[in-house]
């Protein structure tokens, strides 16, 4: 059974390790009449997302329970990023959603493995609250599940979906990787003021012309600025976050969420979508001024351990 991994607290698990080339190969000159020198590995990458705001109507989920949606303010994404070392395929799936159950993970790893036996599957949500109940307890009542059946296998069947038509475009790519201790002035842990993770971490692959397919970004903070009475569907900060990497970097952007434990927070202010937007833009900024100094990132056979 493929291992499973609910909440990614580091880039790290990806396990494209950061290493140091011991060995460069022979140089032209060095060559003997009839040699050649093979080619250096590589990864094949591709990455892909699709829309998966539900229709208004929904339970939410993160405060309350009977808060039904009446619309939305920016879309919810399911994204993927496939990476290959001609062994193993490594799929990670980042949505926009308080966090799928260990059953809904179960049914599309096992989908996965159907058509890709050797898949290892890394899934990681966002946590926004301004999400579906894809839980079931955040309903009418206690005893009432806020679960949408037809949603939660609409969003099984695209997941599966979305890594076939990934896999289909998966080209040869290089990585680089940056990272720093950074920290937000309007992040704050509200339980434990000194218990707070502030590094910012970035992993971008780029085609064989350089061209991002794919950045990641590791952080760790709630997706909380929208409040309890927002009834407006939403990915809250990471709306602004997704904006702006788009406009500023091609290829798909996935936020993987950090180590929020329970109470690591944004200052929430007016509890506005502009301010939410406004949070998400200034970490996207930050991530994007990481990459101008990002090191190179040496292919290593891709390795996977779960516990």
Same mark, same amino acid.
């Not at 808060?67 to 062994?87: C, F, I, P, Y």
């Not at 009542?141 to 038509?165: C, P």
């Given at each position: ?56 109507? =929904?339970? +939410? ?6 808060? !039904? %949606?009446?619309?939305? @303010?920016?879309?919810?994404? #399911?994204?993927? &990023? ?14 926009d959603?308080i966090?799928?159950?260990r ?65 289909q ?10 990272? =720093?201790? +950074? ?6 842990? !509200? %339980?434990?003021p000194? @218990?707070?993770?502030?590094? #910012?971490?970035? &992993?971008?692959?780029v ?5 991002p ?26 709306s602004g ?7 500023a ?13 329970g109470w ?36 290593q056979?891709?390795?996977?351990a779960?516990?």
């Amino acid at each position: 059974m493929m291992q499973r991994v609910l909440w990614v607290s580091a880039l790290w698990l990806l396990c494209v390790r950061i290493s140091v080339a011991t060995d460069a190969g022979p140089a032209d000159a060095d060559l003997l009449p009839g040699e050649t020198v093979e080619a250096a590995p590589q990864y094949q990458v591709a990455a892909g997302s699709v829309n998966v705001t539900p229709a208004p109507g =929904a339970f +939410l989920a993160g405060y309350q329970r009977n808060r !039904l %949606s009446t619309g939305h @303010l920016d879309n919810l994404w #399911l994204k993927a &990023l496939v990476v290959s070392d001609g062994d193993m395929l490594l799929v990670l799936l980042t949505l926009d959603n308080i966090g799928l159950t260990r059953p809904d993970i179960l049914q599309i790893e096992t989908a996965l493995l159907q058509k890709h036996p050797n898949a290892k599957l890394v899934f990681s949500s966002t946590h926004t609250h301004a999400g579906p109940d894809v839980v079931g307890i955040w309903g009418a009542h206690w005893w009432d599940s806020g679960r949408d059946e037809a949603y939660l296998q609409l969003l099984v069947d695209q997941a599966v979906g979305l890594v076939d038509q990934t896999v289909q475009r998966l080209t040869p790519a290089t990585s680089r990787i940056a990272s =720093a201790d +950074l920290p937000l002035d309007w992040v704050k842990n !509200l %339980s434990e003021p000194e @218990l707070l993770d502030p590094r #910012l971490s970035v &992993l971008q692959f780029v085609d064989e012309r350089e061209v991002p397919l794919a950045t990641l970004v590791n952080y760790a903070c709630h997706p909380t600025v929208l409040g309890p009475d927002n009834t407006l569907v939403s990915a809250d900060y990471l709306s602004g976050f997704y904006q702006t990497m788009s406009a500023a970097v091609p290829g798909e952007h996935l936020f993987l969420q950090g180590a929020i434990g329970g109470w690591v927070q944004p200052l929430q202010g007016d509890r506005s979508h502009e301010l939410a937007v406004s949070f998400g833009a200034q970490l996207a900024d930050r991530a994007l001024a990481l990459l101008i100094d990002a090191a190179p990132n040496p292919y290593q056979p891709l390795y996977f351990a779960a516990s």
